[in-house]
């Protein structure tokens, strides 16, 4: 008898051996631990399945698949194998009706087999069958209040389903059961950058960064978090930090480039996206949207604008991508059509792109803009042979009205028509135009512009967002330049509130002036007339500076780096009487307002009312 036993003690004692050193983390000594035993017993389903896991633990999931599924082969009613053969399959990106069914098959053998439950959650979520996931992963911690597992992919169930605030708590669940465990620290901070929790994930991230030093995927989120703040100069170092430890990783190679871009490197954006493109699945749409913001910093239109419609696949841009039962206009003789111009961004990029709308008009029957309903009217009256209404569409996006017959986003008309640097100089400027009468009115309320210059001011968006706010300034923050010469100031600042214009009242009495019967931020029309009135305007990175613009006063604006604005250039090319200036990345916004007044005397240093007074026909 013991002869017989013998040969089957030994081959036990070499599994559990295995079995001890893989759970030490030493792999590579378990892996000859089970081979050994399979040299003895090949069909062995317990050594097939274990040296299995241990060439996905090594990274080789191919090699997994195949030793499981001939453990499933020796011993097809082990639930486990079902889940160890998903979760390698899993790694080579199977379809989630595959694992589904892996994890049924393991859960028909044993309803309560926990990893089964946890991959058919995963497999669920994927599915967006998401409540039936959620019931599961509610089963799941009733029934093992501590596995870890099932807080991580609660969580990923969440943010997938939209639910990312509540996504925050099971991750901080995940943290506290598994604080050694990266990834739960990772999560989180994606959960709270989607939540624009920017604070909160900074504190987090510096506990993870101090954790896990060197930790290339810790590193990743730090520069993300950092990128969002704006705070690009710090954020690039960990962003070399985690590509360097990762060279492979496109998302990595996206964000060091973002990072370039901001930061003003555009030279190295370029060079880090185009290794992203290298790395990434063809055709990714994330990839060619910043691909395509690194071609244009770089000043190469051609290939920037080639890209630029990925935006619409992107999600992150967040850009409405409208649906039409037309086609979109290819550049054919329309001569005889009647063309709908449509927006997908911000009133800022409207007011830009709109600078393209006389050449469209030229070329087309009849056009027809759509947009909102304060743009409408400032649209209106500049192309009175247009019709400009508000945007027609249903929840979906898609289109109400079907009086048109093409469509062209007012954006992407840049491939018609400014190909090229050198089509922005041909461009006519300006374009827009505004109520001459009612600016002259606004001109006479402003007590001393006969002899002195009349200069706009605008300080910040209404959004203060910290990854905004470091851009912007207070209205202490802006008054030395108020302080800085003898003109007449007035306030172009829309949503401004009390305190800001009563600091300014008490502080310049005789310089500055508001007019308050004037609504700068729902009338577009008021706004032009009073920005016409004006010699010079010094502006925030906003749509006032953009109104500037439009009427061609000169005028500084001071913000981060813009590709889509500058396009490679020291200034707009849109606004030829723009001066584009980028604050200290390494300083508050304050400390760059003596560079400010250095430029804006500069350009006011032989004033005259002549320019202000042929826009206004004085």
Same mark, same amino acid.
């Given at each position: 008898?013991?002869?017989?036993?013998?040969?089957? &003690?030994?081959?036990?004692?070499?599994?559990?051996?295995?079995?001890?050193?893989?759970?030490?983390?030493?792999?590579?000594?378990?892996?000859?631990?089970?081979?050994?035993?399979?040299?003895?017993?090949?069909?062995?389903?317990?050594?097939?399945?274990?040296?299995? %896991?241990?060439?996905?633990?090594?990274?080789?999931?191919?090699?997994?698949?195949?030793?499981?599924?001939?453990?499933?082969?020796?011993?097809?009613?082990?639930?486990?194998?079902?889940?160890? $053969?998903?979760?390698?399959?899993?790694?080579?990106?199977?379809?989630?009706?595959?694992?589904?069914?892996?994890?049924?098959?393991?859960?028909?053998?044993?309803?309560?087999?926990? =990893?089964?439950?946890?991959?058919?959650?995963?497999?669920?979520?994927?599915?967006?069958?998401?409540?039936?996931?959620?019931?599961?992963?509610?089963?799941?911690?009733?029934?093992?209040?501590?596995?870890?597992?099932?807080?991580?992919? +609660?969580?990923?169930?969440?943010?997938?389903?939209?639910?990312?605030?509540?996504?925050?708590?099971?991750?901080?669940?995940?943290?506290?059961?598994?604080?050694?465990?990266?990834?739960?620290?990772? &999560?989180?901070?994606?959960?709270?950058?989607?939540?624009?929790?920017?604070?909160?994930?900074?504190?987090?991230?510096?506990?993870?960064? *101090?954790?896990?030093?060197?930790?290339?995927?810790?590193?990743?989120?730090?520069?993300?978090?950092?990128?969002?703040?704006?705070?690009?100069?710090?954020?690039?170092?960990?962003?070399?930090?985690?590509?360097?430890?990762?060279?492979?990783?496109?998302?990595?190679?996206?964000?060091?480039?973002?990072?370039?871009?901001?930061?003003?490197?555009? *030279?190295?954006?370029?060079?880090?996206?185009?290794?992203?493109?290298?790395?990434?699945?063809?055709?990714?749409?994330?990839?060619?949207?910043?691909?395509?913001?690194?071609?244009?910093?770089?000043?190469?239109?051609?290939?920037?604008?080639?890209?630029?419609?990925?935006?619409?696949?992107?999600?992150?841009?967040?850009?409405?991508?409208?649906?039409?039962?037309?086609?979109?206009?290819?550049?054919?003789?329309?001569?005889? !059509?009647?063309?709908?111009?449509?927006?997908?961004?911000?009133?800022?990029?409207?007011?830009?792109?709109?600078?393209?709308?006389?050449?469209?008009?030229?070329?087309?029957? !009849?056009?027809?803009?759509?947009?909102?309903?304060?743009?409408?009217? +400032?649209?209106?009256?500049?192309?009175? =042979?247009?019709?400009?209404?508000?945007?027609?569409?249903?929840?979906?996006?898609?289109?109400?009205?079907?009086?048109?017959?093409?469509?062209?986003?007012?954006?992407?008309? %840049?491939?018609?028509?400014?190909?090229?640097?050198?089509?922005?100089?041909?461009? /006519?400027?300006?374009?827009?135009?505004?109520?001459?009468?009612?600016?002259?009115?606004?001109? &006479?309320?402003?007590?001393?512009? *006969?002899?002195?210059?009349?200069?706009?001011?605008?300080?910040?968006?209404?959004?203060?967002?910290?990854?905004?706010?470091?851009?912007?300034?207070?209205?202490?923050?802006?008054? /030395?330049? $108020?302080?800085?010469?003898?003109?007449?100031?007035?306030?172009?600042?829309?949503?401004?509130?009390?305190?800001?214009?009563?600091?300014?009242?008490?502080?310049?009495?005789?310089?500055?002036?508001?007019?308050?019967?004037?609504?700068?931020?729902?009338?577009?029309?008021?706004?032009?007339?009073?920005?016409?009135?004006?010699?010079?305007? %010094?502006?925030?990175?906003?749509?006032?500076?953009?109104?500037?613009?439009?009427?061609?006063?000169?005028?500084?604006? +001071?913000?981060?780096? *813009?590709?889509?604005?500058? $396009?490679? &250039?020291?200034?707009?090319?849109?606004?030829?009487?723009?001066?584009?200036?980028?604050?200290?990345?390494?300083?508050?916004?304050?400390?760059?307002?003596?560079?400010?007044?250095?430029?804006?005397?500069?350009?006011?240093?032989?004033?005259?009312?002549?320019?202000?007074?042929?826009?206004?026909?004085?």
């Amino acid at each position: 008898m013991a002869i017989q036993t013998a040969p089957k &003690q030994k081959v036990l004692e070499k599994l559990l051996r295995g079995v001890n050193l893989q759970k030490a983390g030493e792999i590579e000594k378990a892996q000859r631990c089970y081979q050994q035993v399979l040299k003895k017993a090949p069909t062995h389903p317990d050594a097939l399945n274990l040296l299995g %896991v241990t060439y996905r633990q090594l990274g080789f999931p191919k090699r997994a698949v195949e030793y499981i599924q001939r453990a499933i082969e020796s011993n097809p009613n082990e639930p486990s194998f079902y889940t160890n $053969l998903a979760r390698a399959l899993m790694d080579l990106g199977t379809d989630a009706d595959s694992l589904l069914a892996l994890a049924n098959k393991a859960l028909l053998l044993n309803p309560k087999e926990r =990893e089964a439950r946890n991959i058919k959650g995963i497999a669920l979520t994927r599915k967006g069958e998401y409540q039936e996931a959620e019931f599961l992963y509610q089963g799941l911690i009733v029934d093992f209040p501590d596995y870890v597992d099932a807080y991580q992919n +609660f969580g990923m169930l969440l943010m997938e389903a939209g639910q990312a605030e509540h996504a925050v708590n099971f991750f901080t669940k995940a943290v506290m059961l598994q604080p050694d465990n990266p990834n739960n620290y990772i &999560q989180r901070a994606r959960a709270r950058l989607s939540l624009n929790q920017l604070e909160p994930s900074q504190y987090e991230l510096s506990e993870a960064l *101090e954790r896990f030093p060197g930790n290339s995927d810790v590193e990743h989120e730090a520069a993300r978090l950092l990128f969002t703040m704006n705070e690009s100069r710090k954020g690039v170092d960990y962003a070399e930090k985690s590509f360097r430890s990762d060279p492979h990783n496109y998302h990595k190679a996206i964000t060091l480039g973002v990072s370039y871009l901001m930061n003003g490197q555009p *030279e190295k954006s370029l060079e880090a996206m185009k290794l992203a493109q290298k790395n990434a699945p063809a055709g990714n749409k994330t990839v060619e949207w910043n691909l395509s913001l690194a071609y244009l910093a770089n000043g190469d239109l051609k290939n920037g604008w080639a890209l630029h419609k990925a935006r619409f696949e992107d999600k992150a841009t967040k850009v409405h991508d409208r649906k039409f039962d037309v086609p979109a206009w290819a550049g054919e003789d329309i001569s005889d !059509k009647t063309v709908l111009v449509w927006t997908d961004q911000g009133l800022g990029d409207a007011l830009r792109s709109g600078t393209m709308l006389p050449e469209l008009i030229a070329r087309a029957g !009849k056009v027809i803009v759509e947009l909102s309903d304060k743009g409408a009217k +400032f649209f209106q009256y500049s192309f009175p =042979e247009t019709i400009c209404r508000q945007s027609r569409m249903d929840r979906d996006l898609r289109s109400t009205m079907s009086d048109y017959d093409v469509h062209a986003n007012i954006t992407d008309l %840049v491939d018609f028509f400014r190909p090229d640097l050198e089509s922005f100089k041909k461009a /006519p400027c300006p374009v827009f135009t505004f109520e001459k009468d009612r600016a002259r009115g606004y001109l &006479q309320r402003l007590k001393g512009h *006969e002899h002195k210059p009349v200069i706009g001011i605008s300080w910040r968006s209404k959004n203060l967002a910290a990854n905004r706010a470091r851009f912007y300034l207070s209205a202490p923050g802006i008054a /030395p330049i $108020l302080a800085s010469r003898d003109a007449v100031f007035v306030n172009l600042q829309y949503k401004a509130v009390d305190k800001e214009i009563a600091f300014f009242k008490a502080k310049f009495p005789d310089k500055f002036h508001v007019l308050e019967d004037v609504d700068l931020f729902d009338d577009l029309l008021g706004a032009a007339a009073l920005t016409a009135c004006c010699d010079f305007v %010094v502006s925030a990175n906003t749509s006032v500076a953009d109104m500037a613009g439009l009427l061609n006063v000169p005028s500084i604006r +001071f913000g981060q780096q *813009e590709a889509a604005l500058n $396009l490679g &250039q020291k200034n707009p090319p849109w606004y030829p009487s723009m001066t584009y200036m980028h604050p200290y990345t390494d300083q508050p916004c304050t400390a760059f307002v003596p560079e400010i007044i250095k430029e804006m005397n500069r350009q006011l240093e032989d004033w005259t009312p002549d320019r202000r007074n042929e826009r206004l026909e004085l």
